[in-house]
């Protein structure tokens, strides 16, 4: 199995632009988490999703933030409008239990907003 | 309630030396408790993990060391090497409303010759 694939890799845009970053789970996992990841924040849940469904998107920081999940191999999070603060990497990670047991991350997106 | 503090924040060891890396919970619902290694650009990677029914659990050079009653774990690097330099998180989840993987802020590594 390729492992949890992410794009694109890096990503640089203008503040106020839509920015759209794309997962592919490990085939046959049911849960699929988006994390980012700051030096002053560290590793932040934002939202996961079991069998397609969101199920908790406390993390989410504002409503410029939103996640999808069309189907068991996709996955997109997107931002609209873009801010500097939201520079960060952003990982996704799939598994097959809710806790995260075994969760495989993906390389990660580093996004840049400038 | 559903923080993980970590410490330290970074740490320098010399090769062959014990690095040790403390974590610590306050929610008793967490019930698993796994460490993560992450290398530059890219993603972290399950090292090993523990549930608090045993009080230590090891896998090759790694070891948690877990103290239920202190709610405190700790992941133990025997013999480090430089191939060791990474930061590692240490994690909790649990069940009903917690089962959400929560990271500890990590601790960056180095292993030096």
């Known amino acids: 199995d390729a492992g949890v694939i992410q794009s694109p890799r890096h990503e640089v845009t203008e503040m106020g632009q839509e920015v759209t970053l794309r997962c592919k789970p490990i085939?046959?996992?049911?849960?699929l988490f988006w994390y980012r990841q700051t030096m002053m924040r560290g590793l932040e849940l934002l939202i996961y999703?079991?069998?397609?469904?969101?199920?908790?998107d406390s993390g989410m920081p504002e409503d410029r933030f939103s996640a999808k999940m069309p189907n068991a191999s996709f996955s997109t999070l997107k931002i609209q409008p873009s801010e500097p603060r939201d520079s960060a990497v952003y990982f996704c990670a799939s598994s097959q239990t809710v806790s995260g047991k075994k969760a495989f991350f993906g390389q990660g997106t580093r996004l840049t907003v400038v | 309630q559903q923080q993980v503090k970590q410490s330290p924040q970074s740490l320098i060891v010399q090769k062959g030396g014990i690095s040790i890396i403390n974590c610590a919970y306050e929610?008793?619902?967490?019930?698993?408790f796994p460490w993560y290694q992450q290398f530059p650009g890219k993603g972290p990677a399950l090292l090993i993990a523990?549930?608090?029914?045993?009080s230590e659990k090891k896998e090759g050079r790694f070891t948690i060391s877990f103290n239920k009653s202190a709610k405190q774990f700790s992941l133990h690097i025997m013999d480090s090497q430089p191939g060791d330099s990474a930061t590692y998180f240490c994690a909790a989840s649990g069940a009903g409303g917690y089962n959400k993987l929560i990271f500890g802020a990590g601790t960056r590594l180095a292993v030096h010759p």
């Open positions: 929610n008793t619902a967490f019930d698993y």
């Open positions: 999703f079991n069998n397609n469904v969101p199920i908790d």
């Open positions: 085939s046959g996992h049911d849960y």
């Open positions: 523990i549930r608090p029914d045993v």
